[in-house]
């Protein structure tokens, strides 16, 4: 089993950049892809990234996922911040016997 | 356009038992692995259960292992979660979710938008 840790939560102003972080606990992050949702108030979550850094269609390309094997993390950064990224964010990866998602972050765009 | 719409969600007393059905349009049903993920009010996401797309592999969380069995009905486009000995922290809305092809690939695409199910005496 592993654990998959996201910040709390991250803040940012219209027009910045922001960077969720998601680090597992045990087995390489590169070993199985890394997913994000975004999930707003009172709805379903959406798929933004896939397979690590894959956007579906219909994302902003101002969305960009990433992994760092040396800190064993996966990295969701949004660009030009917009007050409708205002949600919950989850990181998502798996094993052979699992599907793990992060705790969630909530980003507030100041 | 994928449309994933749940049901069944219901109030019940601990120990008790239910089930859950999804009936899934827009995109060909057979060919992709399902799975059902559940969020407690105010708290994150907890994959429950998966099935791939011939039933011949289903995957359940250690949380509700032994409880609950998914199934599925690919002439009748419809995912199903059937839960027994139903506990409190059961308490969450329950997703439908649409996964891919290979069932080994365990992420999603589409979700639906959750029915409530509350166990409380």
């Known amino acids: 089993n592993f654990v998959l840790t996201q910040p709390r939560s991250v803040s940012g102003s219209p027009g910045k950049t922001v960077t969720i972080s998601c680090t597992r606990s045990?087995?390489?992050?590169?070993?199985?892809?890394v997913q994000w949702y975004q999930q707003r108030p009172g709805s379903a979550p959406i798929s933004v990234i896939y397979?690590?850094?894959?956007?579906p269609s219909g994302v902003p390309d101002r969305f960009s996922g990433s992994i760092d094997t040396s800190s064993n993390s996966a990295s969701l950064t949004i660009s030009g911040l917009r007050t409708e990224d205002e949600a919950d964010f989850y990181c998502?990866?798996?094993?052979?016997?699992?599907?793990?998602f992060g705790g969630g972050t909530k980003l507030t765009v100041l | 356009e994928v449309q994933l719409v749940e049901s069944g969600g219901d109030s019940v007393q601990p120990g008790r038992s239910l089930r859950l059905s999804c009936t899934a349009s827009?995109?060909?049903?057979?060919?992709?692995?399902m799975h059902w993920v559940r969020q407690a009010p105010g708290k994150g996401l907890e994959w429950v259960a998966g099935?791939?797309?011939?039933?011949?592999?289903?995957m359940y969380a250690d949380s509700v292992k032994g409880r609950f069995a998914v199934s599925r009905d690919n002439d009748k486009n419809s995912l199903y979660l059937h839960m027994e000995s139903l506990r409190p922290d059961d308490t969450a809305f329950y997703y439908c979710?649409?996964?891919?092809?290979?069932?080994?690939?365990?992420?999603?695409?589409?979700w639906g938008q959750g029915t409530l199910v509350t166990v409380s005496s």
């Open positions: 979710v649409k996964g891919q092809h290979d069932f080994g690939d365990l992420y999603f695409g589409d």
């Open positions: 827009g995109f060909i049903f057979h060919d992709y692995a």
């Open positions: 099935v791939s797309w011939a039933s011949s592999t289903m």
């Open positions: 045990r087995g390489s992050i590169a070993s199985n892809s």
């Open positions: 397979d690590d850094d894959r956007r």
């Open positions: 998502q990866s798996f094993d052979a016997t699992e599907v793990v």
